[in-house]
């Protein structure tokens, strides 16, 4: 989940892309969902509003997937800084984030993570496009 005040993986990849350093990202073949907290917001109102029976478990998220590259430039436009993403494999990086001490970090970042919010459309809920815009004004308002 992305919005103001955010933590995690998204938040730390923020801060990164706000570096003037090209970030070896460039090759990652990671796609994730993601979802933003407005969209959260309206999922959970909106099942609370569902007038039929509801079923055990929604998953929500904004479509389609973003790749992790695309998150990370969207992030480096709204902080109005050049992309600089270099292709390098993660076959290279897997060992020095693993000698950091940060492996746990670099599996949860790379990996791919798609919620197929189906069941929740078909109740009636509008999913968010337009992620990496909202990245790129995330970005831009937090320099505010």
Same mark, same amino acid.
């Given at each position: 989940?992305?919005?103001?005040g955010?933590?995690?993986?998204?938040?730390?990849l923020?801060?990164?892309?706000?570096?003037? !350093?090209p970030? @070896?990202?460039g090759a990652?073949? =990671?796609? $994730?969902?993601l979802?933003? *907290?407005?969209? %959260?917001?309206?999922?959970?109102?909106?099942?609370?509003?569902?007038?039929?029976?509801?079923r055990?478990?929604?998953?929500?998220?904004?479509?389609?997937?973003?790749?992790?590259?695309?998150?990370?430039?969207?992030?480096?436009?709204?902080?109005?800084?050049?992309?600089?993403?270099?292709?390098?494999?993660?076959? !290279?990086?897997? @060992?020095?984030?693993?000698?950091? =001490?940060? $492996?746990?970090?670099?599996? *949860?970042?790379? %990996?791919?993570?798609?919620?197929?919010?189906?069941?929740?459309?078909s109740?009636?809920?509008?999913?968010?496009?337009?992620?990496?815009?909202?990245?790129?004004?995330?970005?831009?308002?937090?320099?505010?």
């Amino acid at each position: 989940v992305y919005g103001s005040g955010m933590r995690g993986n998204l938040a730390t990849l923020m801060r990164l892309a706000d570096t003037p !350093l090209p970030l @070896p990202t460039g090759a990652l073949t =990671g796609i $994730r969902s993601l979802m933003s *907290s407005e969209a %959260a917001v309206r999922a959970v109102s909106h099942l609370l509003s569902h007038s039929g029976p509801l079923r055990p478990i929604y998953v929500g998220a904004d479509v389609p997937p973003i790749a992790l590259d695309a998150v990370i430039a969207a992030f480096r436009r709204g902080l109005g800084r050049p992309v600089r993403l270099m292709a390098v494999p993660a076959g !290279l990086i897997r @060992p020095v984030v693993a000698a950091l =001490g940060r $492996r746990a970090f670099w599996d *949860s970042l790379t %990996a791919t993570q798609i919620c197929d919010p189906a069941l929740l459309v078909s109740q009636g809920w509008t999913p968010e496009a337009g992620t990496l815009e909202r990245l790129a004004e995330l970005a831009r308002l937090s320099r505010s």
